[in-house]
């Protein structure tokens, strides 16, 4: 017999002295991962601090317990700190799946019958930081309309021929360049930017968030070398984030998360990616077969320009509001610090690319629906209607898909999301997901649980930082949103839905071959 979360919750209570055994650190109903992928089969997931292949006599567990499977799995360093630490757990601030977030469980218990993880609440020890929060508004008389015109617009994707693309975007500035932005810590880009500016305006918003593993420099100094090389022609601010040290206020949550630059008011590159070497690596392996290599360590991410006056303007307008705002409420300029040490390797591989894609460009005229966040209602109402309205294939791929913990009020825009996704799926609709190795199998859990045939209609993909849904092969967004509540709520955060089916087409084919080659069905734990 199929067994829900209640009825393994109550096998487990009954058993609990079966898992009283060294080494065990949690115990929670879950489904059981086999040959590296979830399947459908419910189980008791039993989480170890070391799972071996032979444990010394005494200290095996049980391949069932009441006819309901035992699926072992080691621990991660994190959730062996959410699990025995769950104070220090909160107080490091792990919000998200790739800044080590591990998915929560309240039903999760210790062999004692403890529930250590209802207390891991990073976001708990966030809304903690004793900083005025501000209201969000949008520039005076700002609107979010959507576009039917002709216009020109220019694709690309990281690695393929992201920079080619970007490089000559920003070469190609006259007067000025509006730009908001949450990491720029690549010395080829601030290189290059530099150069372009000279003589022309330049106004910058931007974040402070975790340093990034490939970083030339930090984001302070990447603000210093441009306020040095720039002068007055340079206007920055820091954005208004809890966690942000120059911030002396807050509107955003957790991110600044937008990656929009506006050349000329003519003219805007909009994408998923930040202006780093993970992101915009300064490599072209479609064009020298060299840099195949270098592609495997950087990331997936989508990217337009599209020439359009009034697309252009109305993201000026927002980004120009946000600088003002940010401005009056920014701490001392902060002080570049000492050189960043080389970059080491670190980063996760890609299997092996089958072709790379050049970037393309169509004029046409087309329908745009910009997107931004916090807006209320903008994104959640444009995405649930363009899934919705998905008769035969919806394909996704974002970096990771977080669920909110159990009890959240203020998440539902989010779940309506995840839920119409659900529904297609549930119509019929071909329904393919590809997330990064930071969706482990406790967050792929979660999204099985409500629902989502995750068993057969996700992979897992190594190095994938894109937010992008394509529908019908007719409708493309490229965007900066995370799915998850701060992302698709409250964080600024900017994408566009773009209505031609060659963009959507091309995108969907760096897609396909995505799923084909570089996807797998093969999960982390915890």
């Given amino acids: 017999m199929a067994l829900g979360s209640p009825d393994v919750n109550a096998v487990i209570a009954r058993n609990l002295q079966v898992f009283d055994k060294p080494g065990v650190l949690s115990i929670r109903p879950g489904f059981k991962v086999t040959n590296n992928w979830l399947t459908s089969k419910h189980s008791i997931v039993a989480t170890v601090l070391q799972k071996v292949p032979s444990p010394p006599e005494g200290e095996m567990l049980p391949s069932e317990v009441e006819g309901v499977p035992v699926d072992v799995r080691q621990a991660s360093p994190e959730k062996r700190e959410e699990v025995q630490n769950p104070k220090a757990y909160s107080a490091s601030l792990r919000l998200t799946p790739d800044t080590g977030s591990v998915p929560h469980f309240p039903d999760e218990r210790t062999p004692a019958g403890a529930h250590p993880t209802r207390s891991a609440s990073a976001h708990a020890q966030l809304a903690a930081i004793p900083k005025p929060k501000l209201d969000y508004s949008g520039p005076a008389g700002g609107t979010l309309p959507t576009v039917e015109a002709q216009a020109t617009i220019h694709l690309s994707a990281s690695p393929d021929s992201g920079w080619p693309v970007l490089e000559g975007f920003l070469k190609q500035t006259g007067e000025s360049l509006t730009v908001g932005l949450y990491d720029f810590t690549s010395a080829h880009i601030e290189t290059t930017l530099t150069a372009a500016m000279a003589g022309k305006q330049l106004k910058l918003v931007l974040d402070h968030p975790p340093q990034n593993a490939t970083a030339d420099q930090t984001d302070a100094d990447t603000v210093a070398y441009l306020r040095q090389a720039l002068g007055d022609d340079f206007d920055q601010a820091w954005a208004l984030t809890r966690l942000d040290r120059q911030a002396t206020a807050w509107i955003y949550p957790t991110s600044y998360h937008i990656k929009v630059a506006v050349r000329d008011r003519s003219a805007f590159w909009l994408s998923s990616g930040n202006w780093n070497n993970s992101n915009q690596p300064d490599i072209d392996p479609g064009a020298n077969a060299a840099d195949a290599t270098a592609a495997r360590h950087r990331d997936r991410d989508w990217h337009v320009v599209i020439e359009h006056p009034q697309l252009a303007g109305i993201f000026e307008d927002y980004i120009l509001n946000d600088l003002s705002v940010a401005r009056s409420h920014n701490g001392p300029p902060e002080s570049p610090g000492l050189p960043l040490p080389p970059p080491t390797g670190g980063a996760s591989e890609t299997k092996a690319f089958h072709e790379f894609f050049p970037s393309d460009s169509i004029t046409g005229t087309f329908t745009f629906t910009p997107l931004l966040t916090p807006d209320p209602g903008v994104y959640v109402q444009a995405i649930k209607a363009m899934i919705a309205g998905a008769k035969q294939t919806l394909y996704m791929q974002f970096q990771y898909i977080q669920l909110p913990k159990a009890g959240s009020t203020t998440s539902q825009g989010f779940l309506e999301l995840v839920q119409t996704v659900i ?85 969907q084919k760096i897609f396909l071959h995505d799923w084909q080659y570089l996807a797998e069905t093969k999960v982390l734990s915890d």
């Fill in 423 to 507: 529904d297609r799926q549930n119509a019929g609709v071909e329904v393919k997901i590809i997330m990064s190795e930071y969706e482990k199998a406790g967050y792929l859990e979660q999204l099985q649980a409500i629902g989502l045939n995750v068993v057969n209609n996700v992979k897992i993909q190594n190095n994938v930082h894109n937010k992008g849904i394509i529908v019908d092969g007719k409708r493309v967004l490229v965007s900066s949103q995370n799915w998850s509540t701060d992302g698709t709520l409250y964080n600024r955060d900017a994408g566009i839905i773009i209505d031609s089916e060659p963009a959507a087409l091309y995108f």
